[in-house]
């Protein structure tokens, strides 16, 4: 794979648009940092405009002003009159050197999160330089020690983050590693001739759905993984987009301390890396890159358990040493180019991880800022290459970007490239709306306490465009975001290609049935807290576009009695016995006893369907367990009245040595007006505990009920 580098230049370009009736007149200040030392490498202080030359792309230009930045320590200096003649005071400045701002953003793997904090540790106490502001993950910048240092500690004791604000880890980073292991997993797959692997998580018709049916599960391709991984490459440099807007607003140099293991960029992040780096640049933001693996070894892999999600069958992952040094070699190569590109350092293979803040300090200081208007105000994305020189024979300048690219619109982007209009989608304020989505969203645990956030969404299947009147097979492709409210945390990623495989009579069946989907299910463990989620699908025939999402509060389960919420669903499954274990099993929070609920976009079912349902008590109390015994208690409800007569049935599923109670059930529908109904499902011991009861409504329409 080819990967391509780009240099750019430390240059801030501020543009003022005047705007008139019948006139545009816009005026663009380019600054440029040099640094300017004697043949002994001291920096010299009392340079003029009248010592400096500039050149834009070989043309010559006039510099407008010319500003030194101190170092800390004392230095004569001689000032610059107001005609620009070099003055003929010298004086000696005890002054601070000039604010510089520095971001630290640790998205480490937990392994490495003491490794990190040790070296944020070392700069706090040996490297913390007058004139240093700094923040720590966001929060308010300072240059108290003994803040940063509190700071410091509070991060270390929780490094997954706490009260909204991020830790030392980076939560994204598994789901990105998963889709790095996909990819893998796909080539091996096809190495060894097999194929496809199914994916969970696809329904149309979900109590249809069939292993080699004409509703089959989407399958895990060498190409369908590709295109899953530009959309992490994606969500990185998104959000470093914000965290430079952010900074931009401080004055002088701002410096963002990255500390991760490894960025890898796909080709298809090219563009906004170079949008990101001119960006940056315009705005005096520098990005100092530390590779928080340090020194890794690369050992083969030993036999592991394939996920189940992707494949049930028990295989050994073949050594790819060469493959692993190339991943490896990719990751690096996207920290190098994200330093080298807005003018900072890059610090790769060493566990000197703090002497990445030895080289933020060299470049804090000592350095003069060249500015200059250009000529040539067209804005195409092309790259101008500044010449700084010195009209003195005994100064050596050090220019450490070579120039600077303009801003690129977005229409510059291939038209052809779905995949980024999907992932543009994805970022507007507004969700496209040309597609009809629907989704459901549930809250269960996992076996460690955490919630997992339950979420099934899909098009309704007579909204897709079919492939042609004699194979009218449906396509669509699908992210899923998942983020922190407070968005102090990359966001989690989920992108997913759905395939339905129709013939005429099944497509003429889908088209008029309200309850056919095109839908995904994906289950996400994260921590307590208040998240927000989207998703955007896009019909693959057509290229409409529809979204939904919204905000959800998920519990702490570690708690006693804490319940789930109410899953309702028309599809079950029975686990397979035979599959061999694999480690810490191969249960998920929604099995009970031998039987899997498969969730569902939509709260819509057919008169006559049943309906399942499931909820749960994670850490039930001796109380709980002992009130259990009496059985399970429901309620069908219509316009707040109970439903009569109602054919149904339930039984909870008791794990005393887990401390789980699953209530588990089914209501008969074929009796039942059409209509909107509420199913209330009574928690133990509801007379003495709040809340009483978890709920889920449902709409029953008449069977073949049209769109």
């Not at 991984?229 to 004055?251: C, I, S, T």
């Not at 000197?352 to 060249?370: N, T």
């Not at 395939?499 to 005429?504: I, N, R, T």
């Not at 399970?632 to 039984?651: F, H, K, W």
Request: charged residues 25%.
């Amino acid at each position: 794979m080819r990967h391509h580098g780009v240099l750019l230049c430390g240059v801030i370009a501020l543009t003022t648009a005047l705007r008139a009736q019948d006139y545009k007149v816009e005026v663009r200040l380019v600054e440029v940092e040099v640094r300017v030392t004697d043949r002994q490498g001291r920096a010299i202080p009392d340079l003029t405009r009248a010592d400096f030359s500039l050149t834009e792309d070989g043309v010559p230009h006039d510099v407008a002003t010319v500003q030194f930045v101190p170092p800390a320590e004392p230095m004569t200096l001689r000032w610059e009159r107001a005609d620009g003649k070099p003055g003929d005071v010298v004086e000696t400045s005890t002054l601070p050197a000039s604010p510089t701002w520095i971001y630290i953003a640790t998205e480490a793997a937990p392994t490495e999160a003491r490794r990190v904090e040790e070296a944020v540790r070392a700069f706090l106490l040996a490297g913390l330089r007058p004139g240093f502001k700094v923040s720590l993950g966001g929060r308010p910048f300072t240059d108290d020690r003994t803040t940063l240092l509190t700071t410091l500690s509070h991060l270390s004791r929780n490094p997954m983050g706490s009260n909204g604000q991020p830790g030392l880890v980076d939560l994204a980073r598994p789901l990105a590693d998963d889709a790095a292991e996909e990819r893998a997993l796909a080539a091996t797959f096809r190495r060894q001739e097999e194929g496809t692997a199914p994916l969970a998580g696809f329904t149309v018709r979900p109590e249809r759905v069939e292993s080699g049916g004409s509703f089959s599960q989407p399958m895990i391709t060498v190409g369908r993984a590709e295109r899953n991984m530009p959309v992490y490459g994606d969500v990185a440099l998104n959000q470093y987009f914000d965290l430079v807007e952010r900074m931009a607003k401080l004055p002088g140099k701002k410096s963002i301390v990255l500390m991760r293991p490894g960025l890898r960029l796909e080709p298809d992040n090219v563009g906004m890396l170079l949008d990101l780096s001119s960006f940056a640049v315009r705005k005096r933001v520098s990005f100092y890159t530390v590779d928080s693996r340090g020194l890794e070894s690369q050992l083969p892999a030993d036999e592991k358990f394939v996920p189940f999600m992707i494949d049930r069958r028990t295989r050994r992952t073949e050594p790819d040493l060469i493959g692993q040094l190339e991943v490896a070699a990719l990751a690096r190569d996207g920290l190098l180019s994200l330093a080298r590109e807005t003018g900072g350092k890059a610090l790769i293979g060493t566990n000197r991880l703090s002497d990445i803040f030895d080289r933020v300090a060299q470049d804090a200081s000592g350095y003069y800022v060249v500015s200059y208007y250009p000529v040539d105000l067209r804005s195409a994305g092309r790259f101008r290459a500044l010449k700084v020189s010195l009209n003195r024979r005994d100064a050596r300048v050090q220019q450490a970007t070579k120039g600077y690219y303009e801003t690129r619109s977005t229409s510059m982007f291939a038209k052809d490239d779905h995949g980024l209009a999907l992932r543009q989608a994805m970022q507007r304020v507004d969700v496209p709306v040309d597609l009809p989505v629907a989704a459901s969203v549930g809250m269960f645990a996992s076996d460690d306490g955490f919630p997992v956030l339950v979420l099934s969404a899909g098009v309704p299947a007579s909204q897709l465009q079919p492939a042609d009147a004699k194979t009218p097979n449906l396509s669509a492709t699908a992210i899923l975001r998942v983020s922190d409210a407070t968005h102090s945390r990359l966001p989690l990623y989920f992108e997913r290609r759905l395939d339905a495989p129709l013939d005429v009579a099944r497509w003429t069946e889908a088209r008029g049935d309200r309850t056919a989907f095109v839908a995904l299910t994906d289950m996400v463990p994260l921590l307590p807290g208040e998240y927000d989620w989207r998703i955007v699908f896009r019909d693959e025939r057509s290229g409409k576009m529809g979204g939904i999402g919204g905000r959800v509060l998920l519990k702490d389960f570690r708690g006693p009695s804490t319940p789930s919420s109410l899953l309702l669903t028309r599809q079950l499954t029975r686990r397979d016995a035979s599959v061999p274990s694999v480690p810490d099993g191969d249960r998920q929070p929604l099995d009970a006893g031998a039987v899997r609920f498969v969730p569902q976009p939509s709260m819509v079912f057919s008169q006559g369907e049943t309906v399942h349902l499931l909820y749960t008590v994670y850490n039930a109390t001796p109380e709980d367990l002992d009130a259990v015994k009496r059985g399970m208690q429901l309620a069908l409800l219509r316009n707040g009245q109970v439903v009569g007569d109602v054919q149904a049935a339930g039984e909870p599923v008791v794990d005393a040595k887990r401390g789980l109670i699953q209530f588990t059930g089914a209501i008969r529908t074929a009796l039942l007006q059409p209509g909107t109904y509420t199913v209330v499902g009574m928690l133990p011991n509801f007379e003495t505990r709040s809340p009483k009861q978890v709920e889920q409504r449902f709409l029953l329409i008449a069977p073949g009920a049209g769109s």
